[in-house]
């Protein structure tokens, strides 16, 4: 039985690009064969200009990796423990800097084995990072954080990208892919089934709804020509639309012409999320 099959991707240098899927699809083994800790059976890998299957320690200098579940010495600081990785790299950040990067300030001191859950993966993010990768590899980063430590997560992760580090991000929250990644690939039983910008993603494959009231002594007959699909009860119409920004432009100012109103104006854009459902219940039907 085969964990991936035929899975291609290009990641350019300086993006985040996220693989998501469901359990079993695949993406602890693509990404432990490109981190190196498992061997492929066929097929070409190439990470920096590394094989990771045979890169060594030349190759692991210059990545980061944040593991979903990762082993501590429980008796370190925070500090001791980020020292000490600081010494397995060649060129390494600060490590004062990197715990207060990752809120860990208040904790430097602090032994390992007293830290929350939450405090343990900001720890795992530090470890990560300390090593100053090119690569960053980052499974379910913010697994157990609650919304602000979250969001600072993210904004750390924006940092990232921005200095120029590569990142590749494994995640069950869709809005978390949806709001850090440049690309997206989902897998499902080892195949890649659809890939790109996540906005390009949804607009793919779901329409954008407008919804509004005619105003008073006006019909849908009125209306300006709409790339959507338009259906009008009564006062009440709903626009069903692939191009929502321009035939928002076009209400706009159709309304502006008439010196009038479109009341309860509304759009329901749809979300990695909804994407990503349909692409897996296709797969599995």
Do not use: C
């Not at 590899?137 to 924006?158: N, V």
């Not at 929502?244 to 990695?272: I, V």
């Amino acid at each position: 039985m085969k964990a991936v099959d035929e899975v291609s991707f290009v990641v350019e240098r300086g993006e985040v690009f996220a693989l998501l899927g469901p359990n079993g699809a695949g993406k602890t083994t693509t990404v432990e064969i490109l981190e190196g800790h498992r061997k492929r059976d066929a097929g070409h890998v190439s990470v920096l200009g590394f094989d990771p299957a045979t890169g060594g320690r030349a190759y692991r200098e210059h990545i980061g990796i944040v593991l979903q579940e990762a082993g501590f010495e429980e008796e370190f600081s925070v500090f001791e423990l980020v020292s000490l990785y600081a010494g397995f790299y060649p060129h390494p950040r600060d490590p004062g800097e990197v715990i207060e990067q990752t809120g860990l300030k208040d904790k430097r001191d602090t032994r390992v084995r007293t830290l929350s859950g939450g405090q343990r993966r900001r720890l795992d993010l530090a470890l990560g990072l300390v090593g100053r990768p090119e690569v960053l590899f980052l499974d379910e980063p913010t697994t157990g954080f609650d919304p602000s430590a979250r969001h600072h997560a993210w904004e750390l992760i924006d940092g990232l990208r921005s200095s120029g580090t590569t990142i590749l991000l494994t995640t069950h929250y869709m809005d978390e892919a949806q709001h850090l990644a440049d690309r997206v690939a989902v897998l499902r039983a080892g195949r890649v089934i659809a890939s790109g910008a996540p906005d390009t993603l949804i607009a793919a494959e779901h329409t954008s709804v407008l919804t509004f009231r005619l105003p008073e002594g006006t019909a849908a007959a009125d209306l300006p020509p709409l790339t959507g699909h338009i259906e009008a009860r009564g006062p009440a119409v709903t626009v069903e639309t692939k191009q929502p920004a321009r035939d928002m432009h076009e209400l706009t100012g159709w309304a502006l012409e008439r010196g009038t109103d479109l009341t309860s104006l509304t759009l329901a854009r749809p979300s990695l999320e909804d994407v990503y459902l349909d692409l897996v219940s296709e797969e599995t039907s």
